[in-house]
């Protein structure tokens, strides 16, 4: 985000000289909205700006509500409690794709879904290691079961749409016999041990999780699933916690 550096000035003080408290619970942009009111882990109310520069926005008022599950998102909408609900499960999609009370909106967005590797705990720092876990993703089934064709395969750092991106260095298609000769190759004959957090927020990630979690059986490797509340995911991720943790976020290109 681009804050405002005048009215972060205005409230920074000598022990906060960036104005981070004042931002946890207030907004220094140039959007057409203003934050009325925060409640975290239920919802944020934002109201229309007077002094906004563009177009009056068309809502006086816009709710945000925090819904752990899915589940529970789609039901509001379908009783009208709400008027948008993101972050849908993909079956959840399919379902509404004959509503006549509700639209499926869908287009190819630039956010990504990986699994960070933290090379701070062994053997994730074994370049070989991460190379197996890489094959033995079995990204063919996740798009056609866990994603229901919404999504496309990573073979990049960032969507191939954007400037600059290449498929050429890619080569990390399911491969269970390659993924075992380089677990033998970096010494782990046997597999290992280790830890995998998701946001239970996100309703793709558990069944993508267990799955990913027998494919790696196949190669010898044990996954403890953990599944986090989404504040205490975010935290995990922010402060690099624990050994793999999913991640979904959107590259910025100049």
């Known amino acids: 985000p681009i804050f405002d550096a005048t009215k972060c000035k205005e409230m920074a003080t000598t022990e906060d000289p960036w104005a981070r408290a004042f931002l946890d619970t207030n907004v220094a942009g140039f959007g057409p909205y203003d934050l009325k009111e925060i409640t975290r882990g239920q919802q944020l109310v934002a109201t229309a700006r007077a002094d906004y520069y563009g177009e009056k926005p068309f ?6 509500r925090e819904v752990p599950a899915s589940g529970t998102r789609l ?45 701070a705990f062994a053997p994730l720092d074994n370049a070989k290691v991460r190379q197996a876990l890489n094959y033995a993703m079995p990204k063919r089934q996740v ?23 290449t498929d050429e260095f890619y080569h ?18 046997n597999g290992f041990e280790t830890v995998l957090a998701y946001n239970a927020g996100n309703p793709v990630e558990e069944p993508i999780a267990i799955m990913y979690q027998t494919a790696l059986k196949q190669i ?25 943790i999913f991640n979904l976020d959107a590259p910025w290109t100049p």
């Open 59 to 64: 809502f006086e008022t816009v709710f945000f």
């Open 75 to 119: 039901q509001l909408l379908r009783g009208g409690a709400v008027d948008i609900a993101q972050g849908l499960s993909p079956t959840e999609m399919k379902s509404l794709a004959g509503a006549t009370d509700a639209t499926v909106t869908s287009v190819e967005a630039s956010q990504m879904l990986w699994i960070e590797l933290n090379t």
């Open 143 to 165: 798009l056609e079961t866990v994603l229901q064709g919404y999504g496309k395969k990573m073979t990049a750092v960032m969507p191939l749409f954007y400037p600059g991106a």
């Open 172 to 189: 990390f298609d399911e491969d269970i016999e390659k993924a075992k000769t380089l677990l033998d190759e970096a010494g782990f004959p």
């Open 220 to 244: 010898g490797v044990t996954v403890e699933l953990k599944k986090l509340p989404a504040g205490t995911f975010f935290d995990s991720l922010t402060k690099r916690t624990v050994r793999m």
